[in-house]
């Protein structure tokens, strides 16, 4: 079945210490994007990946750093530098067109939680 | 100000009724998608429905339609005949042409169907 995955669906940090959070799709899409969710808010954009070899900053970009080496995997690193770091993660993707229709397509989610 | 705007952070309605979750939007750019993601408790978002901004009709799937007011700047999700399964967080977003291939989310309506 084609879809996202992302692993672990919990992951525990401790104080100082860098973690990476996987995503992979298999849709042949593009594009591919990290946000950030936190208790009653919605989703906050990290960082996001057009095509392979390139990614811009979202908006909450600060203590988070991102690669792009294959089409179909965009993996997060949370580094000690973000405090906060403590929310739901989601990983998304999509064909990549320029269009106001382009839909993005969510995997299940990473917890992350500091311990 | 927030381009996304949910005011009901939580809705109830009884099973087999039609339930309207409300949405507004800010933007200026003329050329822009609307979506509806659900997310249940298990976390994933699930895209439900998409309107674009010269799209003559309002945008129906299955149970789910958008009732598309572009003067207003609202686009309000309206899920017929509810089921128990529909208990979950609904989420708005938008996506602007000119803004790349990002999407802004509101901060959710959580839903809750009751016999």
């Known amino acids: 079945d084609g879809g996202i995955t992302q692993s672990p669906k919990y992951l525990f940090r401790k104080e100082g210490q860098n973690v990476t959070l996987s995503c992979e799709q298999n849709l042949n899409h593009d594009a591919m994007y990290w946000y950030r969710q936190d208790p009653g808010q919605g989703l906050r954009l990290i960082y996001y990946s057009q095509i392979v070899n390139d990614f811009q900053k979202g908006d909450i970009a600060e203590g988070y750093s991102v690669s792009r080496e294959k089409k179909e995997s965009f993996p997060l690193t949370v580094t000690s530098a973000q405090k906060n770091p403590t929310a739901f993660y989601l990983c998304?993707?999509?064909?990549?067109?320029?269009?106001?229709?382009?839909?993005?397509?969510f995997g299940p989610g990473t917890r992350l939680l500091v311990l | 100000a927030q381009k996304i705007t949910q005011t009901q952070p939580g809705m109830f309605v009884q099973e087999k009724e039609a339930v309207t979750l409300d949405c507004t939007y800010d933007?200026?750019?003329?050329?822009?998608?609307l979506f509806w993601y659900k997310q249940p408790s298990s976390g994933e978002m699930i895209f439900l429905i998409y309107q674009g901004s010269y799209d003559q009709q309002n945008a129906t799937e299955g149970r789910y339609s958008l009732n598309f007011q572009k003067a207003r700047k609202s686009a309000n999700l309206v899920i017929s005949a509810s089921q128990l399964g529909d208990s979950a967080m609904y989420f708005c977003a938008m996506r602007e042409t000119g803004g790349g291939n990002k999407l802004t989310f509101g901060t959710g309506t959580q839903l809750k169907v009751e016999l």
């Open positions: 998304a993707s999509s064909r990549g067109r320029p269009s106001s229709r382009e839909t993005q397509y």
């Open positions: 933007t200026s750019d003329p050329s822009y998608g």
